[in-house]
């Protein structure tokens, strides 16, 4: 048998070469596997994000940016949907949510979306981490991550503060829920009544004066604003609207998977555009797909050349105890320990690579990823899986294969002609 | 008259490029227990003879017989299983295994061979660790003394009760005292183990210790004289 203790000290006395070894392995290894990672880390997170998204229906135009705005809440002046499209959805019988989204504010770098409190709640199935849905046009709840409290007050800005936006002084949202964490963008928003966003952009706020059993309401709600009192703030919000506005996205969950693929069939459309997110991504993923192959490529050469100069410096290093193997045979060991004490040494050498290489390589992915996550608000969750684990263990079969020919040669080395040099 | 344990017959060993061989020997007996020594100018093909009566090389023709099996014709494999029983080998250069402590190094070879050391051979090398006078059995042999590393070499020679024991200058490095010290041990340990030993030498103390010197000149044997006894 391989003594250990022998092993540790060869290994320590060669300790240059060893380590060499050890780092290119880990190196090629950890690029192996943090692009492995980051690829599926990213599908997950995202396919994770458009979870909740069954269809989204805007206004004709790019199918991607359409999913990047109502799923990833990517900034972008969308075209808008007339209000008679979310009429028309909210009244579908197929139809068990229709939820606008608007979006276009900001407060503090954070996007303020309009919904409905059933989008809140995806219809009642998820509850919040904290405080209630809104009630009134005042009110907002925030995603688990940003940064206020209950009670606080929102100030929406049109645009971005980067962008040059104003403040909307018209109104103002008081805090009085906070969501779950989702992992997904919506994590960072603020999510206030529809009829607030409409409101501010003097749209009205879709629901008729009579409803609100006020006669004078003007619909631009510009001349409003000075005749509301704090009574006016507790009037109606949500579905179904009289006289809905133009919204540029709405979020429909169908009754049964066929009413949704006839849905999205109805409002593709001239003027309207239906879309899966989740068949989006897919398509997102594939041209990901290709650049994952590339990388895997490049990773694949890389362990290529890894193979290249492990066995160029065992050899090497093998040359240079051609000595002391021969004067272990000379001192009685067989062949075969000489076979399994260079062989192993290798292997010894490549398991600490592989063990280094898989730690950096999710490491790295890991440090990739809540980049993404700070970047975004999408949390890609880095996994370590069984392909991984393939991945470790066929690098290390072929390391066991290439470690035969350094273990080969020692076993074949003529012992008088070694001991002479 | 002592039992032949070793029968070199008509040995050469011929070497590509000389048109002599390196090693011409058509007949040499070595008696078992007997103390040999090898003198001989450098190049003249003592370690070659060596490397022949330890079956670390293979003549091109002739028998190395030792106790009636020709190591010559014996399998590489079967040669070393051969050597790890009966043969215990010290070099000049004492070719020690830095890092590992002396009791280590004397277990080495064994370790290498068996699958779990017994308790018996760890007793076995810490009494020949106590016979050649070293009682600090975990001190790591590059911090010992040259004479102190050739005393660890011979007690790793012995470990496998070799009943023939080989010496390469065993002396040629090391100052007169622990060449003396050596000298001694080497004598003694063969001789209360009934071993066989060879020794290729200059060292004339070494030599003249022995029952029986030949001299080595190009491969062939030019003289052979007995010890006065």
Redesign the interface.
């Known amino acids: 048998?391989?003594?250990l203790?022998?092993v540790l000290?060869?290994l320590?006395?060669h300790w240059v070469g060893s380590l060499v070894i050890i780092l290119l392995i880990a190196g090629a290894t950890a690029l192996g596997v943090a692009v492995n990672l980051q690829e599926r880390a990213l599908r997950l997170g995202s396919a994770r994000a458009a979870e909740r998204f069954d269809l989204v229906v805007g206004a004709a135009g790019s199918e991607t940016q359409l999913v990047l705005s109502s799923v990833f809440l990517q900034p972008s002046p969308l075209t808008l949907l007339p209000g008679s499209a979310l009429a028309k959805l909210a009244d579908d019988p197929r139809v068990a949510m229709a939820a606008p989204v608007g979006f276009g504010d900001s407060f503090n770098g954070l996007p303020v979306v309009g919904t409905i409190a059933a989008f809140v709640t995806d219809d009642g199935r998820v509850g919040l981490s904290e405080g209630r849905v809104f009630e009134t046009v005042a009110e907002a709840v925030i995603g688990a991550k940003v940064d206020l409290a209950l009670g606080d007050e929102v100030k929406p800005l049109h645009g971005t503060a980067g962008e040059g936006g104003h403040t909307h002084t018209e109104l103002k949202y008081q805090v009085v829920g906070r969501m779950g964490e989702t992992g997904t963008p919506w994590d960072r928003a603020i999510l206030v009544p529809i009829e607030g966003v409409w409101r501010i952009h003097h749209m009205g706020d879709g629901h008729d004066a009579d409803e609100h059993g006020h006669a004078a309401h003007d619909r631009t709600g510009e001349a409003s604003e000075a005749e509301r009192g704090p009574a006016e703030m507790m009037e109606r919000i949500g579905p179904p609207w009289t006289n809905p506005q133009g919204v540029p996205a709405i979020i429909v969950k169908a009754r049964t998977i066929a009413d949704a693929y006839r849905l999205r069939n109805e409002y593709r459309r001239d003027q309207t555009l239906g879309v899966f997110p989740a068949e989006v991504l897919t398509r997102l993923f594939s041209t990901l797909g290709d650049v994952r192959t590339v990388l895997a490529a490049i990773a694949f050469a890389t362990q290529g050349l890894v193979a290249a100069a492990v066995i160029l410096v065992s050899v090497v290093h093998l040359a240079q105890r051609r000595?002391?193997l021969a004067?272990?045979?000379?001192?009685?060991?067989?062949?075969a320990?000489l076979f399994g004490?260079v062989w192993f040494e290798i292997l010894a050498l490549v398991v600490s690579g592989v063990a280094i290489g898989v730690v950096l390589g999710w490491g790295g992915a890991k440090i990739f990823a809540s980049w993404v996550s700070d970047a975004s608000g999408i949390v890609s969750p880095v996994v370590l899986t069984w392909e991984d684990g393939r991945l470790a263990l066929g690098l290390l079969a072929v390391a066991a294969i290439i470690a035969v020919v350094p273990a080969m040669m020692a076993y074949r080395q003529p012992?008088?002609i070694a001991?002479?040099s | 008259m002592t039992a032949v344990s070793a029968l070199l017959r008509d040995v050469s060993v011929r070497v590509r490029g000389l048109p002599e061989p390196v090693i011409d020997v058509p007949d040499l007996a070595i008696a078992t227990g007997e103390h040999l020594a090898v003198t001989g100018p450098s190049g003249a093909g003592k370690t070659t003879l060596l490397n022949i009566l330890t079956g670390l090389e293979r003549p091109v023709s002739g028998a190395v017989l030792w106790d009636g099996i020709d190591i010559a014709r014996l399998s590489e494999a079967k040669r070393d299983t051969w050597r790890a029983k009966q043969v215990g080998i010290i070099m000049q250069d004492f070719n020690l295994f830095p890092g590992l402590s002396a009791l280590d190094n004397v277990l080495l070879p064994r370790q290498l061979r068996v699958p779990r050391l017994g308790n018996d051979a760890r007793e076995r090398a810490r009494h020949l660790l106590e016979q050649v006078g070293l009682n600090r059995h975990d001190q790591r042999v590059e911090t010992m003394s040259r004479g102190e590393m050739q005393r660890v070499a011979v007690a790793r020679a012995l470990q496998a009760q070799p009943a023939i024991i080989v010496a390469d200058e065993p002396t040629a490095s090391l100052d007169d005292t622990s060449a003396k010290r050596i000298t001694d041990l080497l004598i003694g340990l063969s001789t209360s183990s009934a071993a066989t030993l060879i020794v290729v030498t200059h060292d004339q103390t070494l030599a003249r210790a022995m029952h029986r010197v030949v001299s080595l000149q190009r491969g062939r044997i030019v003289g052979s004289r007995t010890a006065p006894t």
């Open positions: 048998m391989i003594p203790k022998f000290v060869d320590r006395r000595r002391q004067v272990l045979r000379a001192l009685g060991a067989p062949r320990a004490l012992t008088a001991l002479r």
